[in-house]
């Protein structure tokens, strides 16, 4: 019961942020709106009983939305939003898109017809343990290609964000 | 309902509220953001599969660690193209990148 | 009842490192300076500047503060004496810490003002450089108590501590947290001399007692982290294990407050410099020595 009120809540929280990211002026205000609506999906995992993920996704997220903040100040026309300008295109179609796409998640999540499993979740450092022995036995290769492909967008990163001489 | 449901219901709106980002914002870091929160409805769904459908399997949580990762990619990338066009042109407005119509 | 006698601990905690600090900048011991200051500011008018950003300018000093208070709660006193014990204890404290730059970057945001603006981008600049250098050595600490929880740290430096088994993650660590807290010579944030105050410039009053009380708490946190991850925690001879890692703590304040003040301050580009340059392949060579100790050491 108590686990329901606490998904509904920070459910709430991550909803109600992410609405912010898109309706304030301010470049600011948006980025820290959408560290928090993070912050709150990574307090949704600790209710979901995923504990080391959702203190993974509450470090990364936050440490990302800083990072994120500070280069939209960077590239940003007016990041203090003091003055009112659009920045949005194709607004309806948007809208239109986005509402049936949503419905259409909504309804499969009500009528999926989901055969819920009844065992109980291992405790947290069980957990911790067994995402390692994952990791390290049968999904070796899966994160081996994570961390290749990580190198790789840094090596590319850098190649494009390197200045040339003229 | 059950707890799946109400999970997925929230990951289900903020997939919507991602994808209006995505489509409608003219700045090409707006638009990461609403990336950003697709992705994170996508995570979302992953653990609460995982923990109401195979809370044994483990590749579950494993694949929201890639998932991090992609994110994180997906940031590193877009902000290496977001400096790169500022360099060039002075602005990461969108509406501007017409020439890459090809 | 636990909490508020904890709580209260937390508070004598920061005021005790109010007092060191005082003494590390002038030389004297007064101890009832802190609780003065503490009430004349309560007293004091509480001004806002003309523009604020009004959600973020108030949430910046209360985020810095319960980042604080979160990350402390998951680190041990002594065995029983550990408000939330956590399956993922260490990644928790880095979790928590991270909240600092959110903090520091909101109350930069919110005056409007220029020099709090420059100074919160300077802690952003600041906590890109030291960010890796507080997860790497703790993940190598995780490593030889093949656990998370803080506990487990503790207990697996029973035969030697860590400062001893990973010298290089602990000067790394302590160079870092000191960075973390924007003690000198990192504090580019808050630079009297050249920002007027930086971050914190615009406030007054109520909030930058909320300012002030935040900032010790914090140092007093990297502090315990120190002792919990590097020195051994509770573990020693004779007396009694919470006044084990309260001495032990003590001196790692003092050392983190004085040492700053014989150098020159840090300039951000040189802080990112050293930190991804040299911090971070040392951080690497540590984790390796770590990993080959534990596969070729005794068992």
Known sequence: ?166 | MSVLVVSLIVAAVLFAIGLYGALSQTNLVMIMMGVELMLAGAMLNVVAFWRYLHPEAYSGQMFVLVLMTVMALEMAVGFGVATARFRSRGSVEMEEAVELRG | MTLVAYLLLVFVGAYVVAVVEEWSTSGRLRPTAPLLHGLALLARESLTPRRHDRNLFEAGPTLLLVAAVLALVALPLAPGLLPVELATGALWLNAALVYVAVALLMAGWGPDGAYAMVGGFRFVGQFIGYAMLIVMPVTAVAMRAESLATIAVVESQAPLWNVLAQPLGFVLFLVAAMAVCFLPPFDQPVAAAELAGGVFGEYTGVRLVVVRLGRLVLVLTLALSVTVLFLGGWLGPWLPPAVWSLLKTLAVVLVMLSVGRYLPRLRTDWALEWGWKLGIPLALVNILWVGVVLLVGPA
Do not use: C, D
């Open chain 1, 1 to 166: 019961m108590i686990q329901v009120l606490f998904v509904v809540l920070f459910g709430a929280v991550a909803i109600w942020f992410a609405y912010k990211v898109f309706t304030t002026a301010s470049m600011m205000r948006s980025a820290l709106a959408l560290l928090f609506s993070m912050t709150a999906v990574g307090a949704m995992f600790l209710a979901l009983q995923a504990e080391f993920l959702g203190v993974l996704q509450i470090m990364m997220m936050a440490s990302e939305m800083v990072v994120m903040a500070l280069f939209m100040i960077m590239y940003m026309m007016n990041p203090g939003g003091l003055a009112a300008m659009e920045m949005t295109h194709q607004k309806r179609l948007s809208i239109a898109v986005a509402v049936v796409a949503g419905l259409l998640a909504v309804g499969a999540a009500l009528f999926g017809g989901w055969p819920l499993a009844t065992e109980a979740v291992a405790a947290p450092a069980g957990q911790t343990r067994e995402l390692g022995l994952e990791i390290m036995e049968r999904s070796m290769l899966v994160f081996e290609t994570a961390g290749v492909t990580i190198l790789v967008a840094m090596i590319a990163t850098t190649a494009l964000a390197i200045r040339r001489p003229a």
